[in-house]
């Protein structure tokens, strides 16, 4: 069964930071690139970082660039979110997706998602 699984969210106060966690199961990610997405309640969701797994390539939105490191462990078919300077507007359920390729913005070029994991900044 293809599937990945978040995992790494909680609870933390403004400035502080998490790792999330992106783990493929049912398949390698060798030649899939990974984006970490989130949504706000009320809002819709949004992109934030993504991934080609194949040549480690990255890109990262405006509002998480240079707060938020996106890395690979080939070993554990893991990809993971740093997550540093959260903000409250951080807050959101962030999701990731693979798709085979390279990485892309947009959302529904994904084909597996997760199913989600909590991240709340507050003080």
């Known amino acids: 069964q293809v599937q990945v699984v978040e995992s790494g969210g909680g609870l933390v106060q403004p400035g502080g930071s998490l790792r999330l966690s992106c783990a493929a199961s049912?398949?390698?990610?060798?030649?899939?690139?990974i984006g970490w997405f989130r949504q706000a309640p009320g809002k819709e969701r949004e992109g934030v970082s993504y991934?080609?797994?194949?040549?480690?390539?990255?890109y990262y939105e405006d509002s998480v660039k240079g707060r938020f490191t996106i890395s690979r462990d080939n070993a554990k078919n893991t990809v993971y979110l740093q997550m540093n300077t959260l903000k409250p507007e951080d807050t959101a359920v962030y999701y990731c997706?693979?798709?085979?390729?390279?990485?892309?913005?947009?959302?529904?070029?994904?084909?597996?998602w997760g199913q989600g994991t909590q991240v709340t900044v507050s003080s």
């Open positions: 997706a693979a798709r085979y390729g390279i990485l892309s913005n947009v959302g529904y070029e994904y084909d597996y």
């Open positions: 991934i080609s797994i194949s040549d480690g390539s990255t």
């Open positions: 049912g398949f390698t990610l060798d030649y899939y690139a």
